[in-house]
């Protein structure tokens, strides 16, 4: 595979020069491959309907302007065909020399696919009935100097996809549909939300106090005050002090940023509609989510009035007619199979959670022991649109309580195949309650809850001058886009993804600059050392390394390890590591895989023999140079030793580092998935844990001090690494293509 993509590499990189050497040559001979303007007067979609009839053979006098990209390219003798797309299609250009002159077959010859043209000429339609325009003039209006994926097998790689957006519209026009939807709807909102009399309005993006969510925020620094600022998680507060402010119906459309992990259905960095309408309450909001759900399945999805039903991932999604609302302490009852609720011994709750692998914290109520039930284990049970309500005080902060039971809030969540697609609540408006709510929360940042809001004495100020009752609702933009758009991730809806900084090498970088320049310009070593990219840059620089020996075939480092290893256990664990260093390789390191490998495999050699902290590792390199294995070998593997035995190497080199952070973090995982009912690593999630990772006496074994410094090391967040090494264990998971059968959506 490695020899097969460095062809593939190579070959590219030659069509690249080829390439720049066409450009060179139209320069040489003045002609500009990227001219200043062009002017087009149709376009390829408007053409088929505009000469829909026009016979097989026959020739128009009508001359058009059109330009797109050149995605085929045939040249026959004194005649060429090229397929030119734009942006609502493809047409055909039927090139004959003398219609063009010598001067424009000239600079055919010089067109590669994936050049950008303007061809000015007349409509025809050829003998075989293909609508066409046969140019008098061509002009290059853009050269491509990298060739466009294979034709036959496409952009298919997801990463590349998300990473190369601008190639994944080109070469997938179901890509290119599902964006064209997304501006759709999200104009559909807007318009639905403006008749129905609410105004959109801006609040800031940097807020000096973190509220309106519970989520673990993204931090800035704010120069000119000097002062740290978040960025905003939530846009609910500013909206409701608007309220106070005498504005009656406001909404607004914008980011949001929670520096949290990544999955299916969350991205760092997304999209949310929040609104609030005074003198309105829940009953309010659920009719404008109704309405505004069935208006997009009607409008976007082409469903008829009254049968709202759209598929979503190979469900039926029934969004006609009244949808149900059902009490949280319901769904949670129906999961754990027994009638459970705020009046349910707290014991009881606490044995249901344990019963279930829901981890719980001795500070949590009811109310938050039934919530974790029912989002651990109901909410994935709801396909149909369903209004989840009553949800408990103590996990609703900024929600109105019920006057039958001031224990539960009005409050809402639309959850939809399992996912919530909405939040509402009726209004807290009462600033003596509010502000013991936000007391709450502050005590909860006490015991650890890093995502609790903090008081915002400027809100409980607003609320004392007064606010109506109100009703108020948080969509997620993004969500709804999968639902509509049918698609299984959250990066297949957004345009750039986030994504870990790529691996660029010196000599990606020299193949981009030009020869010479009059421009005093850096030089490919500076550039490369330049700090605007620094993980990419550390990336690239591992990746120039020389290719590594272990001076031992695989079978013999296996057979080493079973010679000092007898416990399954530690058995499989060096394959788990093996196969996890082999994964990071292909991504950072793919010339040294079978290197990567073999550091995985024999890490905790001397471990079950010795079973020494300190000398943990010393004497595997013993072994291990017994047994022919290289110096190399040696020192990677023992700098994972390094924080029990200061005179072993420190963890540098980027397989060092990988493997400092897998080596303990692939233990908790393992034991969190020994705890699952399917014991399978392939449904596991960040947030699950998340929660054994701050459950002290969870896998007590595995230090959350080494964790955390692994994940140092390898400059990331925690709920990143946890994200990535999921990501990877599921990638080596001896059940993975089985699960996969029966969850096509992955």
């Known amino acids: 595979m490695a ?37 087009v007067t ?164 940097m807020h000096a106090i973190l509220g309106g969510a519970n989520a673990k925020p993204f931090v800035t620094h704010f120069n000119a005050l000097d002062r740290d600022f978040y960025l905003r998680i939530a846009t609910e507060l500013p909206l409701k002090r608007l309220i106070v402010g005498g504005m009656e119906r406001v909404f607004e459309i914008g980011r949001q940023f929670r520096n949290e992990g990544m999955d299916l259905t969350h991205n760092p960095e997304f999209t949310s509609m929040e609104a609030y309408c005074a003198y309105s309450d829940l009953e309010g909001m659920k009719a404008l989510t109704e309405g505004l759900f069935k208006t997009i399945a009607r409008e976007v999805c082409g469903c008829e009035e009254g049968h709202e039903v759209i598929e979503y991932q190979g469900q039926a999604v029934d969004m006609s007619g009244t949808w149900e609302a059902i009490p949280l302490s319901e769904v949670a009852s129906r999961a754990v199979g027994e009638h459970v609720d705020m009046d349910t011994p707290i014991e009881r709750l606490r044995e249901l959670c344990e019963k279930h692998d829901i981890e719980w914290q001795e500070n949590w109520g009811a109310g938050k022991l039934v919530f974790e039930l029912y989002d651990e284990l109901g909410e994935a049970t709801l396909v149909n649109p369903t209004f989840v309500c009553d949800y408990p ?129 850096a030089s490919v070593d500076v550039i490369a050392d330049d700090a605007e990219n620094g993980a990419a840059n550390e990336a690239a620089r591992d990746a120039s390394a020389p290719a590594l020996s272990t001076g031992l075939t695989r079978d013999q480092a296996f057979a080493l390890l079973e010679r000092y290893n007898k416990d399954p256990f530690h058995i499989q664990h060096a394959e788990t590591l093996e196969g996890l260093m082999r994964y990071y390789a292909e991504k950072y390191d793919p010339a040294n895989v079978d290197f990567w490998g073999q550091v995985g495999l024999l890490h905790d050699l001397d471990w079950e023999e010795f079973q020494d902290p300190v000398q943990h590792t010393v004497k595997a390199g013993e072994l291990i140079e017994a047994e022919g294995g290289t110096p190399e070998l040696v020192h990677a ?46 449904d596991l999630e960040v947030k699950s844990l998340k929660k054994k990772f701050k459950d002290k006496h969870f896998a007590a074994g595995c230090s959350r001090d080494v964790i955390r410094h692994g994940a140092e090391l390898n400059d990331m967040e925690l709920d990143d690494l946890f994200a990535s090494m999921i990501e990877a264990m599921r990638a080596i998971a001896p059940d993975r293509e089985e699960w996969l059968k029966s969850h096509p959506e992955q």
């Open 637 to 682: 593997i023992q700098t994972h030793n390094s924080d029990n035995n200061p005179e072993l190497p420190q963890p540098e080199a980027k397989m060092e580092r990988v493997l400092f952070a897998a080596d303990e973090l692939s233990g908790l995982i393992q034991a969190a998935v020994l705890m699952r009912p399917n014991k399978s690593v392939m």
């Open 393 to 521: 005080e103590e996990v609703s902060p900024l929600s109105k309580r019920k006057d039958e039971d001031p224990r539960l809030t009005e409050r809402f969540e639309l959850v939809i195949c399992g996912h919530e697609y909405a939040n509402a609540f009726t209004e807290l408006n009462d600033p003596v309650d509010q502000a013991g709510r936000f007391a709450e929360q502050v005590a909860a940042k006490g015991f650890g809850d890093d995502e609790a809001m903090g008081y915002d004495y400027d809100y409980v100020r607003a609320l004392e001058y007064g606010m109506p009752p109100a009703g108020g609702i948080g969509y997620g933009i993004d969500r709804m886009i999968m639902l509509f758009c049918d698609q299984p991730a959250i990066r297949d809806v957004l345009l750039f993804p986030q994504m870990k900084p790529e691996v660029v090498t010196r000599a990606d970088i020299a193949s981009q600059l030009p020869e010479k320049t009059d421009n005093a310009a």
């Open 42 to 205: 149709a376009h390829a979609a408007q053409l088929e309907k505009d000469y829909a009839n026009l016979p097989d053979g026959e020739d128009t006098q009508d001359v058009v302007s059109v330009a797109g990209r050149i995605r085929a390219l045939r040249r026959q003798g004194k005649v060429a065909f090229i397929v030119l797309e734009d942006v609502s299609g493809q047409i055909q250009l039927f090139c004959r020399v003398n219609d063009l002159g010598e001067e424009g077959w000239g600079l055919l010859r010089q067109l590669d696919l994936g050049d950008i043209i303007d061809a000015t000429g007349c409509v025809l339609r050829t003998r075989r009935g293909q609508l066409s325009i046969a140019p008098t003039k061509l002009v290059l209006l853009s050269k491509s100097l990298r060739p466009l994926p294979e034709k036959f097998h496409g952009l298919t790689d997801r990463e590349v996809r998300y990473r190369q957006r601008y190639v994944d519209l080109i070469m997938n026009p179901e890509v290119r549909d599902v964006f064209r939807k997304r501006s759709a709807i999200i104009s559909l909102i807007r318009r639905y939300m403006e008749a129905d009399g609410y105004m959109e309005v801006e609040t800031p993006m």
């Open 3 to 39: 020899d097969q993509t460095k062809t593939g590499e190579n070959n590219t990189n030659d069509e690249r020069a080829q390439r720049r050497a066409r450009r060179q040559a139209l320069i040489d001979v003045g002609v500009n491959p990227y001219p200043i303007a062009s002017e």
